[in-house]
T-cell receptor, first 112, second 112 residues
Framework: GNSVTQMEGPVTLSEEAFLTINCTYTATGYPSLFWYVQYPGEGLQLLLKATKADDKGSNKGFEATYRKETTSFHLEKGSVQVSDSAVYFCAPAGAGSYQLTFGKGTKLSVIP | NAGVTQTPKFRVLKTGQSMTLLCAQDMNHEYMYWYRQDPGMGLRLIHYSVGEGTTAKGEVPDGYNVSRLKKQNFLLGLESAAPSQTSVYFC???????????FGQGTRLTVV
């Protein structure tokens, strides 16, 4: 099955700082890749996705590029806001895209 | 616009008691999932279903049973609760093959 390694948290940044959260995965074939976000007290919600090599997913100022050669899908944002404080999960999808394998999550806190 | 609804939101059980968690989705999704979220462990798949009347084991199925009698509902049962089942449980659903999952708000279960 798939596995994923995410950058350990927690991460604390000042507002407007640059964010990178590393994610590498092992998988059979070329899975679709996802980043999910969990705001305090809520369930997870999709942040962005990429379905094939070299695709770039983007949403709300966040970006991640599907790197097949390094099996990575690092999440980046140029200028974080306090409202970005949340837990971020990297997740490759399994065969048939019906099983997601989640990383342990990276907690981000953004301070004013 | 309900999406995925979980009931109850909170529950405290005594060791050995049984209970059923209900998940309902109104998006006509084929796939449904139950995850548990524990500190430092990320999300782990308990059971999943790829269609009405079908269920399958995930990563951590022991101590749980599930049923999918109707397409929109996915029930998670604990026959004899144990303190190790103290966790936050999330239900999710997805359209077949998309890998994009929609999550409920979670059920916080404490077993004492």
């Amino acid at each position: 099955g798939n596995s994923v390694t995410q950058m350990e948290g927690p991460v604390t940044l000042s507002e407007e700082a640059f964010l990178t959260i590393n994610c590498t995965y092992t998988a059979t074939g070329y899975p679709s890749l996802f980043w999910y976000v969990q705001y305090p007290g809520e369930g997870l919600q999709l942040l962005l996705k990429a379905t094939k090599a070299d695709d770039k997913g983007s949403n709300k100022g966040f970006e991640a590029t599907y790197r097949k050669e390094t099996t990575s899908f690092h999440l980046e944002k140029g200028s974080v806001q306090v409202s970005d404080s949340a837990v971020y999960f990297c997740a490759p999808a399994g065969a048939g895209s019906y099983q997601l394998t989640f990383g342990k999550g990276t907690k981000l806190s953004v301070i004013p | 616009n309900a999406g995925v609804t979980q009931t109850p939101k909170f529950r405290v059980l005594k060791t050995g008691q049984s209970m059923t968690l209900l998940c309902a989705q109104d998006m006509n999704h084929e796939y449904m999932y139950w995850y548990r979220q524990d500190p430092g462990m990320g999300l782990r798949l308990i059971h999943y279903s790829v269609g009405e009347g079908t269920t399958a084991k995930g990563e951590v199925p022991d101590g749980y049973n599930v049923s999918r009698l109707k397409k929109q509902n996915f029930l998670l049962g604990l026959e004899s609760a144990a303190p190790s089942q103290t966790s936050v449980y999330f239900c999710a659903s997805s359209r077949s093959g998309s890998g994009e999952a929609f999550f409920g708000q979670g059920t916080r279960l404490t077993v004492v």
